[in-house]
């Protein structure tokens, strides 16, 4: 039997009132309130670094180009050494570069630049040197304008030299030296029972380096200072405390003119200015004893320039070592007239700086104090000199000799005259 088909019958919707419909579109007071939109923690940190990244980027960027600019800057300042130029006696000075500005690099006038460039050490000392070395082939007197200091001097660093070379700045250098007639020296057996010894070392207060070497050898050595040395009285000091006797090296004209030397005794000086500048020089000196040529060899030959030093040596009653740089002094001849005591060089330690041969020149100074009573030797703040002395001091005193200062050993050698 078929179901009966049932009607489509429509609901008949209930109409909601105003409040039941506003009901069912707002939440109800119970519902869990919803939390605030707000940003995740990782997307924020990648946003305060994208705003970050450009100016890390920066920062880095200006570290670089600061590292930059001071390589460049210490390239310049110190440019690469040729090695090779210590291979050759006479090194040639390169062209002037057109970029190179020398009025930061050269002082205003050549005392100030002495003072700076040589009171370091010898490798700083050497910058000056090459310049003077190429001039001196000419074998003339040579006046250098400020213009030709400036254009070659800030070349020179590119130079290194070896101690020999960089040395010859400020001491006079004769091939013959070694060859030159001493006066004869006289015995001193009847007074002294062992041979007397001096080692002088020239040139001491320049080379700041070399000279604290010197005056680590705590023997009593005659160290003689130049006048024009910086922080004079300082080193002065420290020579004594080590038992060394301080001499004042006074620099004289030399045949060939060195023109890096601020101050020294000319023989175009009226008979006034000798004495006058001899005696600024020895005011920096108030108890010395003794004093010395430094180069000198054209101004040692001058009697009436000798006889004017040698009066002035009288009255303050100094001793006259002459280092004998020309085999024409007539040092001895203006001592006697003046009554100065005067002794003489028998040898230069370091011609050569080379420790065998320095060492061979100490043993010659021995021979010769073997012989004749006493040697007078004279050496120079070198590296070679200062490693040679202090292999040799300490075998005097075994080998039967006494070292002693010069104003001792002048009075036994004076005596004998």
Not at 26 to 48: M, V
Not at 326 to 348: D, G, P
Not at 359 to 383: C, D, F, V
Request: with cysteine; glycine share 2%; proline share 5%.
């Amino acid at each position: 039997m078929a179901r009966p088909r049932k009607k489509n019958v429509r609901k008949k919707q209930t109409k909601l009132t105003n409040k039941q419909q506003l009901q069912l579109q707002l939440p109800s007071c119970k519902a869990r309130p919803q939390k605030a939109i707000s940003t995740p923690k990782k997307l924020q940190t990648k946003l305060s670094w994208k705003k970050l990244f450009p100016k890390i980027m920066l920062c880095i960027n200006l570290a670089l180009c600061v590292v930059l600019l001071y390589l460049l800057i210490h390239q310049y300042l110190n440019p690469p050494i040729n090695n090779s130029a210590t291979s050759t006696s006479a090194v040639p000075v390169p062209a002037p570069a057109t970029t190179t500005s020398s009025s930061s690099l050269i002082p205003e006038d050549e005392n100030t630049f002495l003072s700076t460039a040589l009171n370091k050490d010898e490798d700083n000392e050497s910058k000056m040197f090459i310049l003077e070395n190429k001039l001196r082939e000419n074998n003339t007197a040579f006046e250098l304008p400020d213009e030709t200091l400036q254009k070659n001097i800030p070349l020179i660093d590119n130079l290194k030299l070896s101690d020999e070379q960089s040395y010859e700045l400020y001491e006079e250098y004769s091939p013959d030296a070694d060859h030159i007639n001493q006066a004869q020296t006289n015995n001193l057996t009847t007074h002294t029972q062992q041979p007397i010894i001096v080692i002088v070392i020239d040139d001491m207060g320049i080379n700041i380096k070399r000279t604290q070497d010197i005056i680590s050898l705590r023997y009593p050595l005659t160290s003689s200072f130049l006048t024009y040395a910086s922080n004079l009285q300082t080193q002065i000091k420290a020579a004594q405390d080590s038992g060394h006797e301080i001499m004042a090296h006074v620099p004289m004209e030399p045949q060939i003119m060195q023109n890096f030397i601020p101050t020294m005794l000319t023989t175009s000086m009226s008979d006034e200015q000798i004495t006058t500048t001899l005696q600024q020089m020895l005011k920096h000196f108030p108890n010395i004893k003794a004093i010395n040529n430094h180069m000198g060899s054209k101004f040692t030959e001058n009697k009436r320039c000798m006889d004017i030093v040698m009066q002035e040596l009288s009255q303050k009653n100094l001793i006259f070592l002459d280092s004998k740089t020309t085999q024409h002094s007539v040092c001895e001849a203006s001592a006697q007239k003046y009554n100065i005591k005067l002794v003489t060089r028998n040898v230069f330690l370091d011609n050569k700086d080379d420790f065998d041969y320095i060492t061979s020149q100490l043993h010659q100074t021995e021979k010769i104090a073997r012989n004749n009573g006493y040697a007078i030797a004279i050496g120079h703040p070198k590296l070679q000199t200062y490693r040679a002395l202090k292999a040799w001091l300490p075998t005097l005193e075994k080998n039967g000799f006494q070292l002693l200062h010069l104003s001792k050993a002048a009075e036994y050698i004076n005596q004998e005259k």
